[in-house]
């Protein structure tokens, strides 16, 4: 009974037969939306730069059992896509072609790569530097944004599209060293409010997902660091920062369920409440 009740509160639980196609899948943050989307039913189309990394993802998600949600045991669950969002437009919509036709179909797009780049000031950052960041977050993901949602449009069966942006992007969040940074991410949630409006016609979402401070590769030593968590319990309203289940894997999959079809043009934030206005980041400590 309780099982039951669990599955009708939160049917997104259940995305049997979705087909998701994750960029920056091979670490972090996107192998656990990948491992996360495939446990909940979904076939995973897996996209990094680094395909040793993909095939270990890939088979592991392979060798899942078949789960409560009723996955089918037709293989491949999951396939490993080389890509490297930071290539031209020809060479993306390449490899979008190639995903596309792996299952024939993609309902759900997570543009999760990106990178964070060094930390310089807006005098000292080089215009490399700058480059490589924006082409990463911003232009990475609009091109596979575009492709994807041209195939969509066509397939006429509306779709998804999730952009893993930052609370760095958002205007109440500025970080000394980080302009590059915070500018790609704020044009990607102005990115993602044009194409919600844009590809609403053709029953296509897109959304933003904000994620403050969160556990991953590239955090984990500062997570262990005493005095953050320290600074966590005085300034951060729900007194934690988070790992990524079930703070943003479980909005990733309710974003991907048909039950969001009326959700389009959104910035999520998950961070706790950190980036609140009201947040006496000093005077508490």
């Not at 041209?150 to 000394?176: D, Y």
């Not at 500062?222 to 909005?251: H, Y």
Request: neutral net charge.
């Amino acid at each position: 009974m309780a099982s039951g009740i669990a599955d009708q509160l939160e049917p997104w639980a259940d995305l049997n037969g979705k087909i998701v196609m994750i960029t920056g899948a091979s670490s972090g943050l996107g192998r656990e939306f990948s491992l996360d989307l495939a446990k909940a039913g979904c076939r995973i189309v897996a996209a990094a730069r680094r395909v040793d990394r993909l095939e270990s993802l890939c088979d592991e998600i392979n060798k899942l059992e078949a789960s409560k949600n009723g996955v089918k045991g037709d293989f491949p669950r999951a396939i490993g896509m080389e890509l490297d969002v930071t290539a031209d437009g020809r060479a993306i919509e390449a490899a979008v072609e190639k995903a596309w036709d792996a299952f024939g179909h993609i309902d759900a797009l997570v543009n999760n790569a990106g990178v964070r780049g060094q930390v310089r000031s807006s005098l000292d950052l080089s215009e490399e530097e700058w480059n490589h960041v924006v082409k990463t977050n911003l232009t990475g993901s609009w091109l596979v944004s575009k492709c994807i949602g041209a195939r969509m449009r066509l397939a006429n069966k509306g779709g998804s599209i999730i952009n893993i942006s930052s609370v760095s992007g958002l205007n109440r969040f500025s970080i000394r060293g980080g302009v590059a940074y915070s500018s790609s991410k704020a044009a990607l949630d102005s990115m993602t409010k044009v194409m919600a409006l844009e590809l609403g016609d053709h029953k296509i979402r897109v959304n933003a997902i904000a994620p403050g401070l969160f556990k991953s590769e590239i955090t984990k030593e500062l997570m262990e660091k005493n005095w953050l968590q320290i600074v966590a319990k005085r300034t951060v309203p729900l007194g934690t920062f988070g790992t990524s289940d079930p703070g943003l894997t479980s909005l990733v999959r309710y974003l991907v369920h048909d039950g969001s079809n009326y959700v389009s043009g959104n910035i999520f934030i998950v961070d706790a409440g950190y980036t609140l206005p009201a947040i006496p980041i000093f005077s508490s400590l």
